[in-house]
Structure formats: structure tokens, C-alpha cells
């Protein structure tokens, strides 16, 4: 069982930065994908960011460049940078990991595992 916690979400502003982690505990996840998906309200879960077992990263066309995944495999951990927020980025921010291939990355029905979700609102 892979139990997946996230932490860091939180009320900034437009502009600001965050820094969204999230720890995996029940077994290690180096063979593993981790990813970030987000939701928000009447909305369908929407892919953000991936790295597959070593391999690159991947990030959606709305992030790309604002926002930076890595993740430290000693740590069995992943974490999410975003940078220059802006409203549109608010959502529920959720952690996954699984066995995607490349051509299903950005669908969360190919992700096993997920965390509980944290909010990230951006807002004057």
C-alpha cells in the first residue's frame, strides 16, 4: 500500500511563489512515476507535472515554465515549485504515483495511487 501525504498549499497571491511537497510512505518509489494533478471546483482533475522512473520531466502547456517538479528518491519524496502564480492556478493540488506510460502521463485514470490533496489559492 502507497500512502501519499502533501503539504504546502496554501492563500499567496498573484505572482507569488509556492512550494507543494509530497512524501510517500508503504514502499519505495524509485521504479515508480510521481506526478502532480489539480482540481478545481466544476472542474475535471487536469495533469500539471510528471517525472517517470528516471526519466525527464514533463509539465502542461498552462505551467510550463512557472512551475518546476523534482524529486528526491532517498527521500521518496517529490516536490512542486510554482512560481508567478496567477488566479487560474487556485485549485486542489493532488500527488500521484504509478506506472503511466508516456502516452497516458496526462490522464489520471492511468495513476494508482493519490494523496488526500492540498488547496492552493491565489487571490488580491
Known amino acids: 500500500q502507497v500512502l501519499l501525504v502533501e503539504s504546502g498549499g496554501g492563500l499567496v497571491q498573484p505572482g507569488d511563489s509556492l512550494r507543494l511537497s509530497c512524501v510517500a510512505s508503504?514502499?519505495?518509489?524509485?521504479?515508480?512515476?510521481m506526478g502532480w494533478f489539480r482540481q478545481a471546483p466544476g472542474k475535471e482533475r487536469e495533469f500539471v507535472a510528471a517525472?517517470?522512473?528516471?526519466?525527464?520531466?514533463y509539465y502542461s502547456e498552462s505551467v510550463k515554465g512557472r512551475f518546476t517538479m523534482s524529486r528526491d528518491k532517498a527521500k521518496n519524496s517529490a516536490s512542486l515549485h510554482m512560481n508567478s502564480l496567477k488566479p487560474e492556478d487556485s485549485a486542489v493540488y493532488y500527488c500521484?504515483?504509478?506506472?503511466?506510460?508516456?502516452?497516458?502521463?496526462?490522464?489520471?485514470?492511468?495513476?494508482?495511487?493519490w494523496g488526500q490533496g492540498t488547496q492552493v489559492t491565489v487571490s488580491a
Open positions: 517525472i517517470r522512473s528516471g526519466g525527464p520531466n
Open positions: 508503504g514502499r519505495t518509489l524509485n521504479t515508480y512515476a
Open positions: 500521484a504515483a504509478g506506472h503511466p506510460i508516456l502516452s497516458t502521463l496526462r490522464d489520471p485514470r492511468y495513476w494508482g495511487h
